[in-house]
């Protein structure tokens, strides 16, 4: 059990498959109303699954996407005084136990958010397909470029945020496909981003989410994103 | 310009007006919105009622017909007021994007609250 003021975060859409299981492993890292499912308008079970666990259960009435339910979470987090903060997606590819390896980076480099990473170290494990590499590859380069952060698994959504960076989050997050947005949202915002290598699984239930056509767009549309993002702070 | 063309351009603008002015008063388009389909309405209006009394300043600015030049400024400004649509519905989106939020959390907290009623 981590001792911790920390809140995990799971945001769901139509995960009633792969839910159960991971909040069965989530109950070994954290007690129970220290996890909170953001039910993203589901068309299944997703909520009830949820509630039979015994966890915290945010239904939002609406399909809303990823970034509106995440923050969410980060909204949650900041109104009921969480130090920290876990995001670890519903599908199964984040392993819990992990957590404790990003509060660890994080006490000891003092950044704001840690970020679990697929490509630093020598974890094995799940690294996504090839396509999928040369694009997270692609824009790891382009938030180099534009921000000068250099993170390398750029699209996790297995991070870790202590306070600052919740009350952040809570105020503005990036929505659709938000995760390599959020880490130029943190670094502009002044606050520290660092990478610890970490351990994925492969999805144990559901659909990815991006599609071909959904690919194209994620591509262009954070790409453009990433730059209004730099143009605006002028930073 | 001919002058059907020009007769249906005039009783067209004033009838496009007409329908504003209703939409108004029925109070199914917000006043703010109104403002800009008026001023559209209005230049439209004036172009067609001026017709070829125009034809020198249209010329000048290398149109052949006054129609023409009608139909060019009519869609700049549509332009325009599509743009402002889209802030518009931007900013609904985020409007309704913490609604949602809110929705939610404060659903949370009810259900909590009458957890904590039923124990004791």
Same mark, same amino acid.
């Given at each position: ?18 839910l ?13 109303r ?17 509630r ?5 259960v ?12 995440? %923050? ?5 987090? %900041? ?8 995001q670890?997606?519903?599908d199964? %590819? ?9 509060l ?42 534009i ?6 698994d750029?699209?996790?959504?297995f ?28 670094? %502009?915002?002044?606050?520290g981003?660092?990478?610890t290598?970490?351990r994925m699984?492969e ?14 767009y994620?591509?262009v ?6 730059l ?8 | ?20 002015f ?18 559209v ?9 001026m017709?070829?009394?125009?034809g ?6 290398g ?9 060019v400024?009519?869609?700049f ?32 907290k ?11």
């Amino acid at each position: 059990m981590i001792g911790e003021n920390i809140l995990v975060i799971v945001p769901a859409y139509n995960e009633e498959k792969a839910l159960p299981a991971l909040l069965r492993e989530l109950a070994e890292v954290v007690p129970p109303r220290h996890t909170l499912v953001i039910n993203d308008g589901s068309s299944d079970c997703t909520s009830s699954a949820a509630r039979r666990a015994g966890v915290e259960v945010v239904d939002l009435p609406l399909n809303m996407g990823i970034g509106v339910a995440m %923050q969410t979470g980060y909204k949650f987090a %900041q109104r009921r005084g969480f130090q920290f903060a876990v995001q670890c997606d519903a599908d199964g %590819q984040h392993v819990p136990a992990q957590i404790t390896m990003l509060l660890e980076k994080m006490r000891e480099t003092g950044a704001d958010m840690v970020i679990g990473s697929r490509f630093i170290g020598d974890e094995d494990g799940f690294k996504s397909s090839f396509v999928r590499r040369q694009f997270i590859g692609y824009f790891s380069w382009w938030i180099h470029l534009i921000s000068g952060v250099r993170v390398f698994d750029v699209t996790s959504g297995f991070r870790l945020c202590n306070r600052k960076a919740i009350e952040l989050f809570a105020e503005e997050y990036p929505f659709d496909y938000p995760e390599p947005e959020a880490i130029v949202l943190v670094h %502009q915002s002044g606050l520290g981003v660092a990478e610890t290598p970490v351990r994925m699984r492969e999805r144990q239930g559901g659909v990815s989410s991006i599609g071909f056509f959904a690919g194209a767009y994620f591509v262009v549309k954070v790409s453009i994103g990433l730059l209004v993002r730099r143009l605006r702070s002028g930073k | 310009m001919n002058i059907t063309l020009h007769i249906i351009s005039v009783i067209f603008s004033i009838g496009f007006l007409m329908m504003i002015f209703e939409l108004v008063r029925r109070k199914k388009l917000k006043e703010n919105y109104a403002l800009t389909w008026f001023f559209v309405g209005a230049v439209v209006l004036f172009f067609s009622a001026m017709g070829d009394s125009l034809g020198v300043v249209f010329r000048a600015l290398g149109f052949i017909q006054a129609s023409n030049a009608i139909l060019v400024v009519s869609i700049f400004l549509i332009l325009v007021i599509l743009l402002g649509l889209s802030v518009a519905v931007s900013s609904l989106s985020t409007q309704t994007q913490t609604l949602t939020q809110e929705i939610g959390l404060l659903k949370n907290k009810l259900e909590n609250a009458e957890k904590d009623d039923a124990k004791n």
